[in-house]
């Protein structure tokens, strides 16, 4: 054998165990997860209360985690809604236990809230591990037709009541910086406990609207989508609507 093949050989046989080891490493951390997690159970913490698409969204993934999860373990939901989304965060933050047991599902603009330095937040956004989401979550103004506009130039003719949960919330943060900036007429009603406390809202006829996912309406109240009941005035998002391409 000459030189220059015994020389490839050796690398391949190199590469060869490399990988196996990689193999193994891998598995046994694979392993060493599973255990961890045997027998335990994993807290879902939702930044709103009960109701609102928040929840719906944690009781689509988790079965799913649940079932590709090492060591699968239990599932618990804890609805911590308040402040715009920042108790939640704050408790993720400060006191939750960093080890995996903890599971958070926050607000798309709690990062904004920090960077806003919002009064009562507790939290760096950035030290949080962000570990994805399950859709193209797209945010918007939606009000219902009994309101009588359809448009945002409508909305800065007449007055809207929206609902909010809180002054850290998008709910709030954006048609408030929409009446400063672009001369809406949003009246921003605060207080209610997330956004199932504003559906209700709504439902009552307390308010007309709000800002937030704008998906959650067709799992929500899919018969105001069907009965042709809301409207979109806007979509807050890096690009359109599929579903409401005009607004």
């Given at each position: 054998m000459t030189e220059a093949k015994t020389t490839r050989l050796g690398a391949v046989l190199g590469l060869a165990g490399a990988l196996a080891l990689s193999a193994t490493i891998h598995a046994a951390k694979a392993d060493a997860v599973a255990d961890f997690y045997h027998g335990k159970t994993v807290t879902i913490v939702i930044a709103a209360g009960p109701g609102g698409g928040h929840s719906a969204y944690s009781l689509l993934i988790g079965p799913y985690l649940q079932k590709h999860m090492p060591g699968h373990p239990n599932f618990v939901i804890q609805h911590m809604g308040g402040a715009g989304g920042t108790k939640a965060a704050n408790y993720l933050y400060n006191t939750a236990p960093r080890d995996g047991t903890y599971i958070g599902i926050l607000l798309s603009d709690t990062p904004l809230t920090a960077r806003l330095r919002t009064t009562g937040v507790k939290y760096k956004p950035g030290e949080f591990s962000f570990i994805g989401s399950a859709g193209n979550v797209r945010n918007g103004l939606v009000v219902r037709k009994r309101a009588g506009v359809s448009s945002i130039a409508d909305a800065k003719k007449k007055s809207v009541i929206v609902g909010s949960s809180g002054k850290g919330s998008q709910t709030f943060i954006v048609p408030t910086l929409m009446n400063a900036f672009i001369g809406?007429?949003?009246?921003?009603?605060?207080?209610?406990?997330?956004?199932?406390?504003?559906?209700?809202?709504?439902?009552?006829?307390?308010?007309?609207?709000?800002?937030?996912?704008?998906?959650?309406?067709?799992?929500?109240?899919?018969?105001?989508?069907?009965?042709?009941?809301?409207?979109?005035?806007?979509?807050?998002?890096?690009?359109?609507?599929?579903?409401?391409?005009?607004?």
């Open positions: 809406t007429k949003f009246r921003v009603v605060t207080g209610y406990r997330g956004m199932g406390g504003i559906y209700l809202a709504i439902d009552r006829g307390e308010a007309d609207g709000f800002h937030a996912t704008i998906s959650s309406v067709k799992v929500l109240r899919s018969d105001w989508v069907k009965n042709d009941q809301v409207r979109v005035l806007a979509v807050t998002a890096l690009d359109k609507s599929p579903d409401y391409p005009n607004a």
